[in-house]
C-alpha cells in the first residue's frame, strides 16, 4: 500500500503555515492507516488480505495459539495510542471520519479479544476458521490453479498446529457453541475430502499436487481428531454462557456500528417496527384473500414459484426488470453496465447459503468479475424435500433477495466502492448498518417507489401483493433478529423462546427460528439490518425536510454511496451536517 501525498493548497501563490500543518496532519493518518492494515489487519489475519485482493498473504495463516492472541491485543493497544495521537481538529470532515472508523476498528477487536473472547468459547472459531482460509483459495481465479494450490499447501501445513492450540485455549465453552461445532465438522471435512480437491482439478504441477495430497489427508486427520475431541471431551465440560451482557452489546454498538441508543430504547423501536410490519401483512393478506388467515395465505406464498431448472432464469429476468426501473425512475445511478454473472452455487458453498453475492476485494485486480451464486435443489432430493427447499424462493423472495444482493443492493454498492474514489480505510473499514442496512432498505424503497406492480415486476395486482408479502417476511425476519439478539444476550429470553418468537412473531418456519436462534447466540448485533434500515430512512427524512422541493432521491442514494460503508452517524455529518440522533 503505496503511501499518499495530498496536493499542496497555494493561496495567493504560497502555502499558509496553516495549511502545512493540516496537510501534514491528514498525510501523517494516511501513511498511520496504510501501516495499521499492513501490521495488524493483515498480519493477524492474512485470510482476509487474500479476500481483500492482496496476494502477499496467501500463503500465511491466522496464529490460533494465546500467545498470537496476546500478541494482537497489545499490537492493537500500542496502535491506539497512535491514532489517539492524531489531531483531529487539523483534518478535514471525511478524514475524521476514517479515523474515528480506524480507532472504533481497535476498540472493536479489542473487545472481541479481550471480553467476548470467541478464541476461549467457541470451538468452531478453529474449525470453520481454517475452511474459510482454504475457501478464500477457493472462491476466485484471481492466479492460475497451480499458484493458487501451492499457497493451500503453504496453509494447509499450518492447519493441524491449529487443534493443538484450540485444545489449550477453549474452556467450558457455551454448550450451544459446542453443539454447533459439532453440527459443521462432518461438512467440514467432506469439504476437505471432496470439494477442495474438486476446486484445484485443472492444476498441473505434479510436485505440487503430490504434496497437497499429503497435507490435505493431515488436515482431514486433524479435523476428524478434533471432531472426536470436541464430542467425547469438550461437550461434556461444555457449560459456559454465550450471552455476552448488556454492557458489552452496547459497547459492541458502539464500536461497530456508532450507535449509542440505550437497550431498552432500541427494543422500544423494534418493537414498533415489527408491530407496523405485522399490521401491513395482515392487511395485504386479507386483500389476497379475505377468506384465508395470514397465515394460510403465507403457506400458498411459499408454493408460488419457479421449478428448479428456471430458477437461474427468474433471477436473470430481475436484473433486467430492476435495472430498467432503477433507471426510468432515477432510483441510483449504476456506475457500469456489467452486471453479475449468474452461477450456480459453487459445489464447495452450497452447504450453508441460498443465494449470495460474491463480489472480488477492493484491491483485487485480477478476478474482477462479481458473482451471483444460487443453490439449487439437488438432484437426487425427493419432491417433498425440494418443494419445501423452493419454498425459499417464492415470487416474493425472489424479488427480495434479487434486489437485496443485486440491484440496487450489495452489488451495487460494490460497483460504487470499485469506481469510486474512497480512500483506502474505507475500502477495509465498513458497519454492517450501512452495507447490510442499505440492502434491507433498498427491498422496501424498491417497491415503495413501484417497483413489483403490475407492469413493473408483476403481471397482476394478486402477483404484486403476493410481491409485497414476501418483502414483509423479510423485515418481521429482521425485526425478530433485532429483538431476539437483545433480549437473548441480556438473559430475557432463553433459547426456545427466541424460537417460538421467530415463528408467532416473525412468522418464520420453526426449522428457520431454530438456525436464526443459533446464529443469534454468536452473532448478537444481528439486529443490524433493521437497525441500518431505520437509520437510512430517517436520514433520507430529514434530508427531505431540509431541501423541500428540491430533494432528488436519486441524488441521496448517489451521495450516500459516496461516503462508502461509513456508520450512518458519519454518513448523516457529510451529508446533513449535523450530529442529531440517527434513529
Known amino acids: ?32 492507516a496504510s501501516q495499521y492494515f499492513i501490521d495488524v489487519t493483515f498480519h493477524f489475519s492474512p485470510t482476509g488480505g487474500t479476500s481483500a485482493g492482496l496476494h502477499q498473504y496467501d500463503s500465511l495463516l491466522e496464529d490460533y495459539s494465546r500467545a498470537g492472541v496476546d500478541e494482537e491485543v497489545a499490537a492493537l493497544h500500542t496502535w491506539e495510542k497512535k491514532f489517539d495521537a492524531v489531531d483531529a481538529s487539523k483534518l478535514d ?46 472462491e476466485r481465479n484471481f492466479a492460475s ?14 492447519m493441524p498446529a491449529v487443534f493443538i492450540e484450540a485444545k489449550k485455549n477453549l474452556t467450558n465453552p457455551p454448550k450451544i457453541y459446542t453443539e454447533i461445532a459439532l453440527e459443521q465438522l462432518p461438512g467440514l471435512i467432506d469439504f476437505f475430502q471432496h470439494d477442495v480437491p474438486e476446486a484445484f482439478k485443472d492444476a498441473k504441477d505434479q510436485a505440487t499436487i503430490d504434496e497437497f495430497h499429503k497435507t490435505n489427508a493431515a488436515v482431514i486427520a486433524a479435523l476428524g481428531e478434533y471432531e472426536q475431541w470436541v464430542k467425547t471431551d469438550l461437550l461434556p465440560r461444555s457449560n459456559g454462557d454465550f450471552r455476552i451482557g448488556a454492557n458489552a452489546f452496547e459497547k459492541k454498538l458502539e464500536y461497530d456500528e456508532m450507535v449509542d441508543t440505550p437497550l431498552p430504547k432500541l427494543l422500544d423501536i423494534a418493537y414498533a417496527d415489527l408491530h407496523k410490519n405485522q399490521a401491513k401483512f395482515q392487511e395485504i393478506a386479507k386483500e389476497v384473500d379475505p377468506n384465508k388467515t395470514p397465515r394460510e395465505v ?33 432510483i441510483i445511478t449504476i456506475p457500469s453496465d456489467v452486471q453479475p454473472t449468474l452461477e450456480e452455487t459453487p459445489p464447495f458453498m452450497r ?90 432498505y433498498c427491498e422496501q424503497m424498491m417497491l415503495d417507489e413501484g417497483y413489483g406492480q403490475p407492469g413493473a415486476g408483476a403481471t397482476d395486482a394478486r402477483e404484486a401483493k403476493l410481491i409485497r408479502l414476501g418483502q414483509l417476511q423479510d423485515a418481521l425476519l429482521r425485526d425478530a ?99 442529531s440522533p440517527t434513529l
Open 351 to 440: 452447504a450453508t447459503t441460498q443465494a449470495s453475492m460474491d463480489s472480488p476485494g477492493p484491491f483485487e485486480k485480477h478476478s474482477t468479475t462479481a458473482y451471483f451464486n444460487v443453490t439449487l435443489p439437488e438432484k437426487d432430493w425427493t419432491p417433498e424435500h425440494t418443494a419445501d427447499y423452493m419454498a425459499a424462493f417464492n415470487v416474493g423472495t425472489i424479488v427480495s433477495t434479487s434486489v437485496h444482493e443485486a440491484f440496487p443492493g450489495h452489488y451495487v454498492q460494490f460497483l460504487w466502492v470499485n469506481h469510486g474514489s474512497l480512500s483506502e480505510v474505507r475500502k477495509l473499514v465498513t458497519s454492517n448498518t450501512n452495507v447490510e442496512g442499505w440492502a434491507h
Open 145 to 158: 490453479p497451480d499458484e493458487r494450490l501451492k499457497s493451500l499447501v503453504e496453509r494447509e501445513k499450518k
Open 298 to 330: 403465507l403457506a400458498e406464498l411459499a408454493t408460488i414459484h419457479p421449478a428448479p431448472d428456471k430458477l437461474l432464469q427468474a433471477f436473470h429476468d430481475r436484473f433486467d426488470s430492476e435495472v430498467g426501473f432503477i433507471r426510468s425512475h432515477h
Open 1 to 32: 500500500m503505496n503511501r499518499r501525498i495530498a496536493p499542496l493548497v497555494l493561496i495567493g501563490g504560497l502555502m499558509t503555515a496553516t495549511s502545512l500543518h493540516a496537510q501534514s496532519t491528514a498525510d501523517q493518518f494516511r501513511s498511520l
Open 93 to 138: 470532515e471525511s478524514t475524521q471520519g476514517d479515523l474515528a472508523m480506524v480507532k472504533n476498528n481497535i476498540r472493536g477487536t479489542l473487545l472481541e479479544l479481550e471480553v467476548i473472547k470467541p478464541w476461549q468459547k467457541n470451538p468452531d472459531t478453529y474449525s470453520s476458521g481454517i475452511t474459510g482460509s482454504a475457501f478464500s483459495l477457493m
Open 481 to 579: 433478529r433485532f429483538i431476539v439478539g437483545i433480549k437473548m444476550h441480556t438473559g430475557q429470553m432463553t433459547q426456545e423462546q427466541a424460537i417460538d418468537f421467530f415463528v408467532k412473531e416473525g412468522y418464520q418456519s420453526r426449522s428457520i427460528g431454530d438456525v436464526e436462534t443459533k446464529r443469534g447466540t454468536s452473532d448478537p448485533t444481528y439486529l443490524y439490518y433493521t437497525l441500518g434500515k431505520l437509520q437510512i430512512m430517517k436520514l433520507r427524512a430529514d434530508m427531505q425536510k431540509k431541501e423541500g422541493a428540491a430533494f432528488s432521491l436519486q441524488k441521496f442514494h448517489d451521495d450516500f454511496m459516496k461516503q462508502g460503508g461509513a456508520p450512518i452517524k458519519i454518513v448523516r455529518r457529510a451529508m446533513l451536517g449535523d450530529d
